[in-house]
Structure formats: C-alpha cells, structure tokens
C-alpha cells in the first residue's frame, strides 16, 4: 500500500487526489487544504483516506509521501516540514522560487534517505521522450534553435510572475531535450495590469554549439498555444500538445548553402519533403510522473524529475529574472548546478539537526 497526501487542493492539487487514486498499484489517499469546503468537495468526489486542514495531522499520519500544491512561494517551506516529518516529497513546479533553497532540499532529502521529486510533468509526456530520441538518434541533423510558445487567458498569480507561473514547462522541455544547461539567458516582460508582476515575457537562452531556444509565454493571449517546435539542419519537427491524437509532425524541409569554394556561399538551396506524422503513445503524463514518484518511494529508484532537475529550472528562473529586472541584458550562466549542490553537501551546508540524529543513530552513537 502506497499512502500519499496531497497538501492543497486546488487546480493541481485535485488532479493529483484523481489520478494517485487511479494508479495500478493499492494507495490510499489523503488530502489538505485550508478550505473545508474545498475538503467536502473532495471527499465527494474521491476516495479519501484522511481528511484534514491542518498541515501537522497530516504529516503526523501514516501517509509515507507528501505532494506539495500549494502556491509557489511556499514550496520550500511545505517540502521542508515534510522532509524532516520523514516523508518522501513531490513538490509540483517550480521547485523553490531560490535556488538556495532547492539545495537546501536536495541535500536534506539525501542525509535522511529520502525521495524528492519536481512536477515537471513534460519529461513523462510521451511526445516530449519521442522528440528527444528523434535528437538523439540525429534523424533530423544538428539542433539549430528551438522555440516554445506557451500562451493563454488567465490564469493570473498572486505571488509570481508568468515566467516561474508558465516557463519552468518549457525550460524544463529545452534542458530535457538538449542535455545540457545554458552558457547565457536574456529575458524582456510587460507588466499591463500589475507593474510588479510580468504577465508577457519573452526568454532567449544560448546553449554551446551555437543554439538557441526562444520562448513566448502569456496570460494575456485570446487562444491556448502549447507549441514547440525544434529545427535542425536536416529537418524540422513540431510538437504541439493541444493537437489530439498528432502531437508530434516531421517536416522534411531543410536549407544548404554551396560548398563551391567562394567566399560568399550563395545562394541557399531550400529542400521541401514531406510530413510525416509518427504515432505517439496516448498516455496521461501527471499518471505517469504519479506512478514513478510511487516507484521511487517504493523501490528506491531516482526519479525522472529529481531535485537536481528541478534547481536546474529554478537556477535558470532566477538568471532570467534577474536580466528581467534589468531591461532584458545578457546574463551569463557560469556555474553548473550539480556543482553547487555538491560545493554545499561538501562544505556540510543545510544539513538538518534531525539528520544529524538519525545518522548518529546509524552509527551508534
């Protein structure tokens, strides 16, 4: 028996009570929320175990994980009390809103042994994994740029902008599908209703090997966008998750320029094939990052959307952010996450008292 609770039950929250309830394998849900009506509506709904509006009775229940939905800006402090309750976490995106943070976390969850996992729920999409063996397999040649739209009406957030609201997808997306961090990230906003939050943004990020990756993201836009498309230099592809049933199109289209020697290459010649429309497996994504953060907990696997997977956004978040405040100049991301974490473990930083007991313990002491 898989025994989870689900802190916050509001947008995300109610899709996690559903699907946990829907898994394979035998779990019991409980649920958390402030909002006792928002509890009943629940418990109407779903099956649920346990049912509470206070945080400590359900980290003082036998659930054995905790999924944190509640708004961004207190995830770090959610996963936290989580973590030293001795439950495993999966905290839904983005990660922390600092970076500190989400060191503070990783390093927490690996002195006491514990799993800890980010809602990046595109990595579990199926046509997000087909694109990146589409990459691997150099079908379409060299990754040459990328760009992603996320658009929409609404929904507005109280406590972040609509780049650490609507960006941690996709960014997530691009280091998925490249394997790698960027070497510099610009961002430009506009803030038409509320001056201290960005409703509009536009990010660039430079990755090595001359690629770049460009994203639109809006609260403000009158029709739904869920589009990416990569170009390489033999072909390009579109991924669009709102197409049903054909996420994923194959364009044969390219450009080349002579190689006859001269200077000036000119002109381009243009090749124009056709398009072909792969099968994609039709599976629900949060079903299956539900059903991995389970088998992690359960088996002792590393999630596909760790903790280090999720800092990588949020350090990205945060170099973005600070080229937003500073009218869109280049900021050049020059320290490795995976560095950072380890720096921190090395210097013993953010290590709990509660873990320091429990590895006394271990020991003897």
């Not at 579990?124 to 760009?147: M, T, W």
């Amino acid at each position: 028996m898989f025994r989870v609770g689900v802190v916050g039950c509001g947008y995300w929250g109610s899709k996690h009570v559903r699907v946990f309830n829907e898994l394979p394998i035998p779990t019991a849900v409980s649920i958390c929320d402030a909002d006792p009506k928002r509890l009943e509506a629940m418990r109407r709904g779903y099956p649920v175990a346990f049912a509470t509006t206070e945080y400590d009775a359900l980290l003082a229940s036998d659930i054995d994980a905790a999924v944190i939905a509640v708004p961004a800006a207190h995830h770090a402090a959610f996963a936290r009390r989580a973590l030293l309750a001795g439950k495993h976490v999966l905290v839904e995106k983005p990660f922390t809103t600092r970076s500190v943070d989400a060191v503070e976390l990783i390093n927490l969850a690996e002195d006491l042994g514990l799993t800890i996992a980010v809602g990046h729920t595109f990595l579990y999409n199926p046509a997000v994994r087909a694109l990146k063996e589409l990459i691997c397999s150099g079908r379409i040649g060299v990754p040459q740029y990328l760009h992603s739209a996320r658009l929409n009406f609404g929904l507005l957030q109280p406590d972040v902008n609509v780049l650490w609201d609507l960006a941690p997808h996709d960014i997530s997306i691009f280091l998925y599908l490249l394997g790698k961090l960027p070497t510099a990230v610009a961002a430009r906003g506009s803030g038409v209703y509320n001056p201290r939050q960005f409703e509009v943004a536009h990010a660039d990020l430079q990755f090595e090997g001359n690629i770049a990756a460009y994203l639109h993201v809006s609260w403000l836009d009158p029709s739904k966008v869920r589009r990416t498309i990569v170009v390489g230099s033999e072909k390009m592809v579109v991924y669009d998750d709102l197409a049903s049933g054909e996420p994923l199109k194959i364009y044969d289209r390219s450009v080349a320029f002579p190689d006859n020697g001269a200077k000036e290459r000119w002109p381009p010649r243009y090749s124009v094939g056709d398009i072909l429309i792969p099968r994609v497996a039709e599976t629900e994504p949060l079903k299956e990052e539900c059903a991995d953060f389970a088998d992690s907990v359960l088996n002792g696997k590393k999630p596909v959307s760790d903790g280090r997977a999720g800092l990588q956004v949020v350090r990205v978040l945060e170099h973005l952010e600070m080229s937003l405040s500073n009218g869109g100049a280049l900021v050049a991301f020059d320290l490795a996450v995976n560095q950072e974490v380890d720096e921190a473990k090395r210097l013993g930083l953010f290590t709990s008292p509660l873990a320091s007991q429990r590895s006394a313990s271990r020991q003897g002491v």
